[in-house]
C-alpha cells in the first residue's frame, strides 16, 4: 500500500544554501536553475525585447555549446567546445561589463567519438558553488575549476559510454556528491563523485541491457533531480526504457517504471506525491512516489504522448504542466490527472527548456524568438522578442537580468 507523503523538490529545501552569498534569485547555479525546475525567484525582468531594446551587453562566444549558461553573484559562466570535439573549454562572462574574464582550455581530445550534428561537444551544462565550477562533458570529462585562479582542482576521464550521437546529461550536486548519468548505446548507469577530491563514492547500473536489444533506444540525455519522500531523499533519474528512484547516499535502487521510449531528456518534477518523468520518444509518466520495487498498474497515475514534449523539459506551475514540442507547439495539462487543458501554436522548433519569472513562462526557440505566456487556464501570447541567432540553451535569470545564450553570443537582458 502507498504511504501518505509529501514530496517537495530538495532544492527548494536548500534556498538558504544560495542565499549565503545572495539571494537565490541572484544565483543560478545548474541546468534549470537553484531549484532544477526552470522556476526563479526575480521580481523584475523584461518583458520585451530586442536586438536594440533592452540589451546591456551582447558578448560574441566561441565554438559550438548547447549548454545553458550559470549564474555566481557577479560572474556568469558558459561551457564550450570546438566543433570537432577536440578542445573543451569554460568561459567566465563579468556580469556587469559582458566582458570575459576566463577562458579555459579543460580536455584535449585527440579523436573524439561521433556528434550529431543537432547536438554538440558541450551541450552538458556545468553546476557550479561558491569558489567553483565542476564542467563536465560526458565521456569526456568532469572537472572541478577554481573559479577565483581558473586552476583545475581534481579531473575524472575515466567513466566511458558510447553516447552515440554525443553527450547531454548536466550533473547535479547532493551534500558532498557530485551525480552524473552516463546513459549510452553500450552501457547506462549513474555515478556519484566527491565533489571535494573526484573520487568515485557510489556507481550503479541501470540494468537494462538484458531487455532492450536495440541500442538507439537505450541512450538517454536526461539529468537527475532529488525529491524529499516522507523525510528521505530519493535520486529521480530518467533514462532509455526506464526511469529509476535511488537513494542518493548510496546509489541502491528504491524503485524502478518501466516505459519505453528512447532519447529521454527533461528533468524530473515533482508535485504532491508524484513525480513526472520523461520516457522520451514514449511521451510522459506520472509516477506514484512512496513505493518500492516494479511500479506499474495504479503507480502509473497518468501518461502523455500526443502534445508532450521531447526534448526541452516541461515547467510546471500551480498544478498546471506547460511544455514546448520539437516542432513548437504548446500544451497545457493537468499535473494531476494528464488531462490536456489546452494547445497553441509558439512558432519555430525547440530544444530549449521554458522558465518562469515574474509570473510568466517564456519559451525560447531555434530561430532566436522568445516567446512568453500568461500562466492559466487560456493560451495568451504576451509578447514576441527576436534576436538574431536561435537558442539551443536554455536561458537562466539573475537579479532584474534574463540571460540568453543563443548559437553565437550570450545576452544580458534589463530594462
Known amino acids: 500500500m502507498a504511504r501518505t507523503l509529501f514530496a517537495i523538490p530538495l532544492f527548494a529545501l536548500l534556498l538558504l544554501l544560495f542565499s549565503e552569498s545572495g539571494s537565490a534569485s541572484e544565483n543560478w547555479p545548474r541546468f534549470r536553475g537553484p531549484y532544477g525546475n526552470g522556476h526563479s525567484n526575480a521580481t523584475t525582468v523584461p518583458l520585451k525585447w530586442s536586438e536594440t531594446e533592452n540589451i546591456v551587453w551582447k558578448t560574441k562566444t566561441h565554438g559550438k555549446a548547447w549548454s545553458s549558461p550559470v549564474i555566481w553573484d557577479d560572474e556568469v559562466w558558459l561551457s564550450t567546445a570546438t566543433e570537432d570535439g577536440k578542445k573543451m573549454a569554460l568561459l567566465c562572462v563579468d556580469r556587469q561589463s559582458g566582458k570575459i574574464k576566463h577562458d579555459i582550455i579543460v580536455f584535449h581530445n585527440d579523436d573524439p567519438d561521433f556528434c550529431h550534428d543537432f547536438n554538440s561537444y558541450a551541450s552538458c551544462t556545468p553546476v557550479m558553488e561558491e569558489g567553483v565550477i565542476y564542467p563536465h562533458f560526458g565521456k569526456y570529462g568532469t572537472a572541478c575549476i577554481d573559479t577565483a585562479t581558473g586552476e583545475k582542482i581534481w579531473e575524472r576521464r575515466d567513466f566511458d559510454c558510447d553516447h552515440h550521437r554525443g553527450p547531454g546529461s548536466s550533473p547535479i550536486i547532493y551534500k558532498n556528491l557530485l551525480i552524473v548519468a552516463y546513459d549510452g548505446v553500450d552501457v547506462q548507469y549513474i555515478a556519484a563523485i566527491d565533489k571535494r577530491n573526484g573520487k568515485t563514492v557510489w556507481k550503479t547500473d541501470r540494468g537494462i541491457l538484458k531487455h532492450v536489444s536495440n541500442p538507439d533506444m537505450r541512450k538517454g540525455y536526461g539529468t537527475p533531480s532529488i525529491v524529499d519522500v516522507n523525510g528521505q531523499p530519493q535520486l529521480v533519474t ?23 521510449g528512447m532519447n529521454s531528456s527533461a528533468t524530473p518534477l515533482f508535485t504532491d506525491d508524484t513525480t513526472i518523468v520523461s520516457a522520451g520518444t514514449g511521451g510522459l509518466r506520472a509516477v506514484r512516489l512512496g513505493r518500492e520495487g516494479n511500479l506499474e498498474g495504479d503507480d502509473i497515475r497518468w501518461s502523455l504522448k500526443k502534445g508532450a514534449s521531447l526534448r526541452s523539459s516541461p515547467l510546471l506551475l500551480d498544478g498546471h504542466l506547460y511544455m514546448a514540442t520539437d516542432k513548437g507547439a504548446a500544451t497545457c495539462v493537468d499535473a494531476k490527472t494528464g488531462e490536456v487543458i489546452w494547445q497553441g501554436r509558439l512558432g519555430s522548433n525547440f530544444s530549449a527548456s521554458p522558465i518562469f519569472a515574474v509570473g510568466r513562462i517564456y519559451f525560447c526557440d531555434q530561430d532566436g524568438i522568445t516567446t512568453v505566456i500568461a500562466p492559466g487556464k487560456e493560451f495568451k501570447i504576451l509578447a514576441r522578442n527576436r534576436l538574431d541567432d536561435g537558442c539551443m540553451a536554455s536561458p537562466a535569470v539573475s537579479g532584474k537580468s534574463l540571460f540568453v545564450r543563443t548559437i553565437s553570443h550570450l545576452y544580458r537582458i534589463e530594462h
Open 238 to 260: 530518467s533514462g532509455g526504457y526506464a526511469t529509476l528512484g535511488l537513494n542518493p547516499d548510496d546509489g541502491t535502487v528504491i524503485w524502478r517504471v518501466v516505459h519505453g
